[in-house]
Structures are given as C-alpha cells and as structure tokens.
T-cell receptor
Framework: EAGVTQSPTHLIKTRGQQATLRCSPI?????VYWYQQALGLGLQFLLW???????NRGNFPPRFSGRQFPNYSSELNVNALELEDSALYLC?????????FGDGTRLSIL | GENVEQHPSTLSVQEGDSAVIKCTYS??????FPWYKQELGKRPQLIIDIRSNVGEKKDQRIAVTLNKTAKHFSLHITETQPEDSAVYFCAASWGAGNMLTFGGGTRLMVKP
C-alpha cells in the first residue's frame, strides 16, 4: 500500500511569490491535514480537509489556503511568500483515525 | 484551544537504560493521544497511541500512560537502543480523526 505522497520535495521561491504544494493521501483515506514544521520547531496545524470541505484551520493568515479534490488529494497554496514561511510542510491523511504523514515539501524563501 | 507542553526538550541516555518523556495538555475534552518518532530528514511515524478510556498501553519496549485527572501522559522506552535516537512528539486531539496539537518535541540521544 502506497503511503502519503507529497510533491515537490523541495521548492525554492522568492519573497512575494506564490507556492503550490501537493499531497496524495493513502488510498481510502478521506481526511487530509497540513502542518508546518519550521526548522528546529514542532509541528503547527495549518488546515484540515475532509470530503472536499475545509473542517478547521490553524492560527495562520489567510494567504495560507488550500483545497481538496474529488479524489481526496489536496493542494496547499501560500501567497505573498515571506521569509518566515521557510519550513517543511507536512501532509497527513487518515480514514479518519490515526494520521499518517508524508515526507514533506521543504519550502525555502530567498 | 488546546495547548500541549512536552518535557524534556533533550534527553541523553546510555544504551540499555530507560527513557521517559512527559506531556501535559490543557483541554479536558481531548481524548486521543498519539506519539510520533521523527528521524533526521524523515517523516514523523506513529509509534503508539492511547485513548482516554485506557490508562496504559504497551507495545514491546514502548509504553504510554495517561492520567486524565492531571491531564498528562508519558512515553516510556525501555532497553533503549541507538536506533531509538530521534525526535519524539506527543500530540492531543478530540477524537482520532481531528486535528492534532503537538508538543514541542524531545530529542532523544542513545549513546552506545
């Protein structure tokens, strides 16, 4: 069974640009969660999608947004990138039930 | 909202010793508490979880205990091995399918 897959692995952007990160959940999982892990810090909850709907969002500005597609894959969009957005962005999926993580996308802002 | 505190932030033990990591949570409605292990450059991996209707759960060398009254839970690793070296995160949520609030992480180093 394939795990959670994320793309791209690395993404380099400059301040003010927009970034799109993608996540494919484990087959059969309907919930997708996004977390931000800044260097040396813990995981901060960003967004939760289930059955195509946004169920909850963390304490992040509106320039962080996303969506979930009918096949349950998901996109995270970050607009007007700032230096402090540099982090590892992790996606997790669940049935619901225990969450299983992907390898993440490392976003670097120059 | 929920707040999870984790201690210690770093822990160094000798191979074969036990390691204990403690977490406290603030929201009494939280009822699901997973633990994740994250090796350097890798994804967090679920190693054990516990629900609030259970006080203790064990899986080989790993055990988790939960004290609902005091709102704290702990991870116990016995007979530590060098491959146990990693960052460990505790988390809490209301229901297993809900968003997780993570602790700040504990860097465990097992010295051979």
């Amino acid at each position: 069974e394939a795990g959670v897959t994320q793309s791209p692995t690395h993404l380099i952007k400059t301040r003010g640009q927009q970034a799109t990160l993608r996540c494919s959940p484990i087959s059969g999982h309907t919930s997708v969660y996004w977390y931000q892990q800044a260097l040396g810090l813990g995981l901060q909850f960003l967004l939760w999608y289930d059955e195509g709907e946004e169920r909850n969002r963390g304490n992040f500005p509106p320039r962080f947004s996303g969506r979930q597609f009918p096949n349950y894959s998901s996109e995270l969009n970050v607009n007007a990138l700032e230096l402090e957005d540099s982090a590892l962005y992790l996606c997790a999926s669940s049935l619901p039930g225990p969450q299983h993580f992907g390898d993440g996308t490392r976003l670097s802002i120059l | 909202g929920e707040n999870v505190e984790q201690h210690p932030s770093t822990l160094s033990v000798q191979e074969g010793d036990s390691a204990v990591i403690k977490c406290t949570y603030s929201d009494s409605a939280s009822n699901y508490f997973p633990w994740y292990k994250q090796e350097l450059g890798k994804r967090p991996q679920l190693i054990i979880d516990i629900r609030s209707n259970v006080g203790e759960k064990k899986d080989q060398r790993i055990a988790v205990t939960l004290n609902k009254t005091a709102k704290h839970f702990s991870l116990h690793i016995t007979e530590t091995q060098p491959e146990d070296s990693a960052v460990y995160f505790c988390a809490a949520s209301w229901g297993a399918g809900n968003m997780l609030t993570f602790g700040g992480g504990t860097r465990l180093m097992v010295k051979p």
